[in-house]
């Protein structure tokens, strides 16, 4: 399911509208456009997870930071929650963040 409420799927759209031009128009276009996103690093890695664009290199790159920062917390509720979140949103996301942390 997309979102989980109006506030979610609104950013999974705004998420979407973002890597969408960041594939046509470049990843320069838009990467300032998500510093804004970044001070809610669990919901921006949620809404990429629910995204369902190609998969650019904005969006791994994306994916492979914030998830790093998350498994670098210490063990919490939230933190497993993402996680089993992004799972069950894609399971392709986990593993793109996964490969980042490992690299």
């Given at each position: 399911p997309r979102g989980g409420g109006g506030g979610a799927s609104s950013s999974v759209d705004l998420v979407e509208s973002l890597l969408m031009?960041?594939?046509?128009?470049?990843?320069?276009?838009?990467?300032?456009?998500?510093?804004?996103?970044?001070?809610?690093?669990?919901?921006?890695?949620?809404?990429?997870?629910?995204?369902?664009p190609t998969w650019g290199p904005l969006r791994r790159a994306l994916i492979a930071e914030l998830f790093q920062g998350l498994v670098e917390q210490?063990?919490?509720?939230?933190?497993?929650?993402?996680i089993k979140s992004m799972w069950a949103a894609s399971q392709s996301a986990v593993l793109v963040g996964l490969l980042g942390v490992y690299k």
């Open positions: 031009l960041a594939d046509a128009e470049g990843v320069d276009a838009v990467g300032p456009l998500f510093e804004s996103l970044r001070g809610q690093p669990r919901e921006l890695l949620l809404a990429l997870a629910q995204s369902k210490p063990p919490s509720a939230q933190r497993s929650e993402t």
